[in-house]
């Protein structure tokens, strides 16, 4: 069982869906499933923003990685199923980003890891880049900044 953190019930919450989830896609797999998680991402963002004080750009720099691999598998330089390879590589960035901050990024990285060991697919990868999104535009909502 991955780390849990005071006052973070829905960080927990996530942590299990994705855990459960057979496939990563499947957290957005119908309008009910996607509801409960962006719902939850929210209080995830929140609680980032005002308990954990994320820094922007400690979750941009995770967020840009996995944008660095979408683009690549846009451009052909990554193929569909090279996609599981890049996002595991993911996840020493995550380990050391977490070593170095570990109480603002430590949260975030604990729940991204069960995450980023689901992704087999470009569904699955498509799925964790919407979790991130999300998570970081409710982040900047509750007043995440640098």
């Known amino acids: 069982m991955l780390k849990s953190y005071p006052h973070s019930r829905e960080l927990d919450k996530l942590k299990e869906?994705?855990?459960?989830?057979?496939?990563?896609?499947d957290l957005f797999k119908d309008d009910e499933?996607?509801?409960?998680?962006?719902?939850?991402?929210?209080?995830?963002?929140?609680?980032?923003?005002?308990?954990?004080?994320?820094?922007?750009s400690q979750l941009r720099k995770i967020f840009d990685k996995l944008k660095k691999i979408e683009a690549d598998v846009k451009s052909g330089k990554v193929r569909d199923e090279e996609i599981a390879k890049e996002t595991v590589l993911l996840?020493?960035?995550?380990?050391y980003v977490a070593a170095r901050h570990p109480r603002t990024v430590g949260p975030l990285v604990d729940l991204l890891t069960p995450a980023v060991e689901k992704v087999k697919s470009k569904e699955d990868f498509d799925a964790l880049i919407k979790l991130t999104e999300t998570i970081l535009a409710y982040h900047r909502y509750y007043g995440g900044k640098d």
């Open 17 to 25: 869906t994705i855990e459960k989830a057979k496939t990563l896609s």
């Open 33 to 56: 499933a996607a509801k409960s998680v962006v719902d939850t991402a929210e209080a995830v963002g929140e609680f980032l923003a005002l308990r954990a004080r994320l820094k922007t």
């Open 91 to 95: 996840k020493p960035v995550l380990v």
